[in-house]
T-cell receptor
Framework: DADVTQTPRNRITKTGKRIMLECSQT?????MYWYRQDPGLGLQLIYY???????NKGEISDGYSVSRQAQAKFSLSLESAIPNQTALYFC??????????????FGPGTRLTVL | QKEVEQNSGPLSVPEGAIASLNCTYS??????FFWYRQYSGKSPELIMS????GDKEDGRFTAQLNKASQYVSLLIRDSQPSDSATYLC?????????FGAGTTVTVRA
């Protein structure tokens, strides 16, 4: 089945460490997104990419960076992790062929804890 | 003002009843609208998409859109215990989704 996968699924790290979260998809979609979710706050967009050469900041990009290594791969890095980056992180994809509809499909998520 | 607001909940409904979820949005340029279901600790799952005014039905789910009032709703008919989850309203603005904070629904037996 075409799918969105994320690694790792759980990660505990310490303040100041560099962390990379990875996302891969077999849906053939060209658009990819990174979100974080905090309890009671819904999903907030961190970065998004409409194709391999396109990277855009979302509403909460400070402290994060991304790399789009291929159409199917989009990685999120925390340069120097801090405790308030403890959250659930989701990758999502969508297909530009849908035009304005932009249905997005989510990976299983990474639970990140920064001590 | 948040871009997307949902009734805060939690919403408790008896099994077999109708659950009604509401969402308002601020950007009149919004092009498409979605409802996601999210079980605790899991990822959001797309359950309904709606793009034009009116109703759209899919099984026990009905989405309603009123662009003039900037309002989208979700009705869950014949609610089942498996419908107990948080429902997220999402609005597409310039190919990015803005999400509401979610409404938690509990279906009690």
């Amino acid at each position: 089945d075409a799918d969105v996968t994320q690694t790792p699924r759980n990660r505990i790290t310490k303040t100041g460490k560099r962390i990379m979260l990875e996302c891969s998809q077999t849906k053939g979609h060209d658009r990819m997104y990174w979100y974080r979710q905090d309890p009671g706050l819904g999903l907030q967009l961190i970065y998004y990419s409409f194709d391999v050469k396109d990277i855009n900041k979302g509403e909460i990009s400070d402290g994060y960076s991304v790399s789009r290594q291929a159409q199917a791969k989009f990685s999120l890095s925390l340069e120097s992790a801090i405790p308030n980056q403890t959250a659930l992180y989701f990758c999502a994809t969508s297909d530009s062929g849908q035009g304005t509809y932009n249905e997005q499909f989510f990976g299983p998520g990474t639970r990140l804890t920064v001590l | 003002q948040k871009e997307v607001e949902q009734n805060s909940g939690p919403l408790s409904v008896p099994e077999g009843a109708i659950a009604s979820l509401n969402c308002t949005y601020s950007d009149r340029g919004s092009q498409s609208f979605f409802w996601y279901r999210q079980y605790s600790g899991k990822s959001p799952e797309l359950i309904m998409s709606i793009y034009s005014n009116g109703d759209k039905e899919d099984g026990r789910f009905t989405a309603q859109l009123n662009k003039a009032s900037q309002y989208v709703s979700l009705l869950i008919r014949d609610s089942q215990p498996s419908d107990s989850a948080t429902y997220l309203c999402a609005v597409n603005i310039d190919y990015k989704l803005s999400f509401g904070a979610g409404t938690t629904v509990t279906v009690r037996a």
